[in-house]
């Protein structure tokens, strides 16, 4: 592990380096409704910012509820959403996951990570962004941003998304949870690049692992 990482320090650098979010970035953090956070959140597996953000516009055009939303047939909102990765299946989800929300839960998304998962399709990223952006509750959601991040930083060492996230759970401060993602995010779209990371710009470049 990284000992010269100082998380404190790290985040506060990220935070006044106002890096440029992607559209789809911006327009999560605007959501304050937990079922949108949902639905956003799985059109964008597997797809990137540019494609997501506007087919998350077509879509929330044909409805912004899962009342509403259960009613549209699977074949317009796949044209709606098209071409964001496996959009016939991820149609045929939302519309689902929309009419157990309306007649099982009462038109309420649930606010647990573990019944969240229970959706078809929602995984422990999704299910945590769910909670910490729609219900501004403590969770962390991990993408591939954060875990190569963290692991490049020399923070975690971890072999995954789902160890990075436990690992976090134990060693993160409860304070930066919901922050983190759209933090470390921005960072990854704009410096900290899979491939080729821009190190020389980098706000947070003398306590990466690799200075060590």
């Not at 964001?84 to 007649?103: D, P």
């Not at 975690?156 to 983190?180: G, H, M, S």
Request: proline residues 5%; contains cysteine.
């Amino acid at each position: 592990m990284n000992k010269m990482f100082d998380i404190d320090k790290v985040v506060k650098k990220l935070k006044d380096a106002k890096q440029q979010k992607s559209e789809f970035v911006g327009l999560m953090d605007s959501f304050n409704d937990p079922y949108l956070v949902l639905i956003a959140c799985i059109l964008s597996l597997r797809t990137n910012d540019k494609t997501t953000y506007p087919a998350t516009l077509r879509m929330l055009k044909l409805a912004d509820n899962p009342k509403d939303m259960a009613k549209i047939k699977v074949e317009d909102l796949a044209k709606a959403i098209y071409p964001v990765g496996f959009y016939e299946n991820k149609a045929k989800q939302i519309v689902e996951l929309s009419r157990r929300i309306n007649e099982e839960l009462g038109g309420r998304v649930p606010d647990e990570i573990d019944e969240l998962c229970k959706f078809k399709g929602v995984g422990r990223k999704t299910a945590n962004l769910v909670v910490a952006r729609g219900f501004n509750k403590p969770a962390i959601c991990v993408d591939v941003h954060v875990h190569r991040i963290f692991n490049r930083l020399g923070y975690v060492k971890t072999k995954n998304p789902e160890e990075t996230e436990f690992a976090l759970r134990e060693k993160l401060p409860v304070k930066y949870w919901i922050d983190i993602n759209t933090l470390i995010v921005t960072h990854g779209q704009n410096v900290c690049k899979p491939v080729k990371p821009n190190c020389s710009v980098c706000p947070i470049e003398k306590y990466c692992a690799k200075n060590i």
